[in-house]
């Protein structure tokens, strides 16, 4: 029998992970490479929702995500700082998990089915064949458009009216979601301003809210936990194909989907099964690296574009300033138009 070729994933986020498991599962020789170090905290609103949910089933990890205690999200209510939305069914459940525990338990999945985890090493070698890029989410260049940044934070202490609640305001928005261990992740997207220097307390009081503000009075009396508190930025939010990537790349790496949609984790998983039949087939000498290149992009860009699209258009009308309160009013008074934004970014 001949050997099966080994593949290297660069990247132990989720999607580099989720890519190892299953190409573990296929009996792949596969080594990641992961920059940081297990158990860490991620920007997210830790909300998984979309079709990755189905892969993790498909995966099975359902059981691993029920043990590590996750919440489950079925309704969500909107504010802005005039108006404000009752509680409403999501039209489909979502997973709420840390990433501090979602990634390290992956990560410790992927050991058990035998896979090399090279922890706290940075990848600086050339993508040749052979290496996956699942390197997250690109640095944004000088040029393109509004500057975004991502700040979040855990908390308890604090009584939701819905399992997400998402605060829009001129600066962007937060979200506040149940997340496993009876805490509330407390993650947002901010535009930087020119000059803006963005010390410890202006990120804070970035994600506590305005006075007076809907966001302020849910975050009242919540007690942060400081060590869970961290920040990104230079996000690139423009949509691109996975086709104009010279590398096999999968989740961020191809291009992030505005965070507003809850989907970039779910894209990150559903694109890390994509890859896993065109790479398990070039580990077995069935394939070549560029066709398993082109399929994979193909795939992804089948899977992705349409949601993309409707994305980009979603988030510049979210985070317009002067269309917030009318769009809170109408998601007020019509289930199909939230029905319709959130599938269609899924
Ligand atoms: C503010 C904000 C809120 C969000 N909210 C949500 C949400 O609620 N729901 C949702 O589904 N998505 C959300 N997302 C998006 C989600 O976090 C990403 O889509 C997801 O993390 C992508 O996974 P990934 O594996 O592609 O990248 P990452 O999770 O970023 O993993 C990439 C990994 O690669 C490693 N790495 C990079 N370069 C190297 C190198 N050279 N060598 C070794 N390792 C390297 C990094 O250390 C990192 O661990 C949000 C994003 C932001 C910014």
Same mark, same amino acid.
């Given at each position: 029998?001949?050997?099966?070729?080994?593949?290297?994933?660069?990247?132990?986020?989720?999607?580099?992970?989720?890519?190892?498991?299953?190409?573990?599962?296929?009996?792949?020789?596969?080594?990641?490479?992961?920059?940081?170090?297990?158990?860490?905290? *991620?920007?997210? +609103?830790?909300? &998984?929702?979309? #079709?990755?949910? =189905?892969?993790? !089933?498909? $995966?099975? %990890?359902?059981?691993?995500?029920?043990?590590?205690?996750?919440?489950?999200?079925?309704?969500?209510?909107?504010?802005?700082?005039?108006?404000?939305?009752?509680?409403?069914?999501?039209?489909?459940?979502?997973?709420?998990?840390?990433?501090?525990?979602?990634?390290?338990?992956?990560?410790?999945?992927?050991?058990?089915?035998?896979?090399?985890?090279?922890?706290?090493?940075?990848?600086?070698?050339?993508?040749?064949?052979?290496?996956?890029?699942?390197?997250?989410?690109?640095?944004?260049?000088?040029?393109?458009?509004? *500057?975004?940044? +991502?700040?979040? &934070?855990?908390? #308890?202490?604090? =009584?939701?009216? !819905?399992? $997400?609640? %998402?605060?829009?305001?001129?600066?962007?928005?937060?979200?506040?979601?149940?997340?496993?261990?009876?805490?509330?992740?407390?993650?947002?997207?901010?535009?930087?301003?020119?000059?803006?220097?963005?010390?410890?307390?202006?990120?804070?009081?970035?994600?506590?809210?305005?006075?007076?503000?809907?966001?302020?009075?849910?975050?009242?009396?919540?007690?942060?936990?400081?060590?869970?508190?961290?920040?990104?930025?230079?996000?690139?939010?423009?949509?691109?194909?996975?086709?104009?990537?010279?590398?096999?790349?999968?989740?961020?790496?191809?291009?992030?989907?505005?965070?507003?949609?809850?989907?970039?984790?779910?894209?990150?998983?559903?694109?890390?099964?994509?890859?896993?039949?065109?790479?398990?087939?070039?580990?077995?000498?069935?394939?070549?690296?560029?066709?398993?290149?082109?399929?994979?992009?193909?795939?992804?860009?089948?899977?992705?574009?349409?949601?993309?699209?409707?994305?980009?258009?979603?988030?510049?009308?979210?985070?317009?300033?002067?269309?917030?309160?009318?769009?809170?009013?109408?998601?007020?008074?019509?289930?199909?138009?939230?029905?319709?934004?959130?599938?269609?970014?899924?």
């Amino acid at each position: 029998m001949a050997v099966a070729r080994p593949i290297t994933i660069v990247g132990g986020g989720l999607a580099g992970l989720v890519l190892g498991i299953g190409l573990r599962r296929c009996d792949a020789p596969v080594t990641i490479w992961e920059a940081g170090n297990y158990p860490r905290h *991620r920007v997210c +609103g830790e909300f &998984i929702s979309g #079709r990755g949910q =189905a892969t993790l !089933a498909r $995966l099975g %990890m359902s059981e691993l995500i029920n043990q590590s205690g996750a919440a489950t999200a079925r309704t969500a209510a909107f504010f802005s700082a005039t108006r404000s939305t009752a509680p409403r069914p999501l039209p489909s459940a979502a997973i709420c998990l840390s990433r501090f525990t979602l990634d390290a338990a992956l990560a410790k999945h992927f050991h058990e089915l035998g896979g090399e985890l090279l922890e706290g090493k940075r990848f600086t070698g050339d993508f040749g064949e052979g290496i996956v890029r699942a390197t997250g989410r690109r640095m944004q260049t000088e040029q393109a458009g509004p *500057r975004w940044f +991502g700040l979040k &934070i855990h908390a #308890r202490n604090v =009584a939701l009216t !819905a399992d $997400l609640e %998402m605060h829009v305001s001129p600066r962007g928005y937060v979200g506040l979601c149940k997340i496993n261990g009876g805490e509330v992740n407390v993650c947002g997207l901010f535009r930087k301003r020119d000059g803006e220097n963005g010390g410890a307390n202006d990120r804070h009081e970035l994600l506590r809210g305005h006075p007076g503000s809907p966001l302020r009075q849910r975050l009242a009396k919540a007690e942060f936990d400081e060590n869970s508190f961290c920040a990104v930025a230079g996000l690139s939010l423009g949509p691109q194909p996975a086709a104009s990537r010279a590398e096999i790349c999968i989740g961020d790496a191809i291009t992030m989907i505005p965070p507003i949609t809850g989907n970039g984790m779910s894209m990150a998983f559903e694109s890390a099964e994509l890859a896993m039949v065109p790479l398990a087939a070039w580990s077995r000498g069935e394939s070549s690296w560029n066709k398993a290149r082109q399929q994979i992009a193909r795939d992804c860009d089948a899977a992705f574009a349409r949601r993309l699209a409707w994305a980009k258009w979603l988030q510049r009308i979210i985070l317009a300033p002067a269309l917030q309160s009318p769009l809170v009013g109408l998601v007020a008074r019509s289930d199909w138009l939230w029905r319709m934004a959130f599938e269609r970014t899924r």
